[in-house]
């Protein structure tokens, strides 16, 4: 009798730890694939409960997540998190703390610890950030705050304020995002929200100045997830909230370069702030939590090969 009263002890505690080894349910987290050391990092997020806000640092490795540590970086929502290839570290930028401050601290992740980051653009949250890979320079536009009219750009340790003069230009917005595109070599911004609505419109930065592209696009979204696969030299686009009419998408994107097509029409439940990354080592697509219609915060992991999404375990 003892002997089973051990042996289901043994089961249940075993079962609670690996139930640990996993994230709880979020969303407005932020994740990017680290190519120095081949895994996908997640970082922070709100949990259920609006007051519940996580600094925890998590890394997965095909569908095996691992808590690398609490992080002395301030919990947050509503942060971005990229990969920077030249100096093989992770930079944590922005987001909204638990007090609903406009955070400013900046931290470099090399898979060891945090090194932060003294000076950069101005406090804010939601920002649309992606990494050049043609200009070797990591873009930053808009976002939530003092500096939502604001553009910057990070080259070489350093970090430039880009002068928007520019009449022809995308507006001021938040819960947009912006991706690089392997075809045409630039970065390209879709969607978000500005002057108090979902937009649908479509622009790209070259590095020196911005250009609508007059394409037929997906309906207007903000909060959605927008990510290049780099394999396929594709930018994949899921779910996102149309505010003004409160849709809630579960649709699936892709873009080639010239044009949008829509794809999947099965896959991860409707949702909206969500995140992800592409997982070199896969060749796929990798999208954690969000929020569904109930306003659930959800804690589900999909993959996307290029043709269908396939939930994991």
């Known amino acids: 009798m003892k002997k089973v009263i051990t042996s289901v002890l043994f089961l249940v505690i075993a079962h609670q730890l690996l139930a640990q080894e996993s994230p709880e349910p979020r969303d407005h987290h932020a994740m990017t694939f680290d190519n120095a050391r081949k895994r996908i990092v997640m970082f922070g997020g709100n949990g ?54 406009y955070l400013i601290d900046m931290g470099f992740w090399d898979g060891k610890s945090w090194t932060p980051v003294a000076e950069g653009p101005s406090p804010r949250y939601s920002p649309a950030i992606a990494y050049d890979e043609f200009r070797e320079t990591l873009v930053l536009f808009s976002g939530a705050g003092r500096g939502e009219d604001e553009m910057w ?33 630039t970065v390209i911004l879709f969607g978000g929200y500005a002057e108090g609505k979902s937009v649908d419109d479509m622009w790209e930065w070259n590095g020196k100045e911005w250009t609508r592209l007059q394409v037929n696009v997906p309906p207007a979204r903000n909060n959605h997830l927008m990510v290049s696969d780099k394999h396929r030299k594709h930018v994949v686009l899921f779910g996102g909230k149309n505010r003004q009419e409160g849709i809630l998408f579960g649709d699936t994107w892709e873009w080639n370069g010239e044009a949008w097509s829509r794809l999947s029409k099965s896959g991860p439940e409707a949702r909206d702030m969500t995140s992800g990354a592409f997982d070199e080592n896969g060749r796929r697509i990798v999208l954690f939590g969000g929020r569904n219609e109930d306003r659930k915060k959800l804690g589900d992991l999909w993959s996307w090969d290029g043709r269908r999404w396939s939930q994991l375990k």
Do not use: C
């Open 153 to 185: 750009e990070w080259k070489d340790g350093v970090w430039t304020q880009i002068s928007l003069n520019q009449e022809n230009r995308p507006l001021a917005r938040t819960r947009s995002q912006m991706v690089y595109d392997y075809v045409r070599k």
């Open 48 to 101: 259920s409960g609006e007051s519940k806000y996580f600094s925890d640092l998590w890394e997965l490795d095909n569908t095996s997540w691992r808590k690398v540590n609490e992080s002395e970086m301030t919990e947050r929502s509503s942060h971005a998190i990229v990969f920077i290839p030249n100096i093989n570290k992770n930079l944590l930028i922005g987001g909204i703390s638990k007090s609903g401050e």
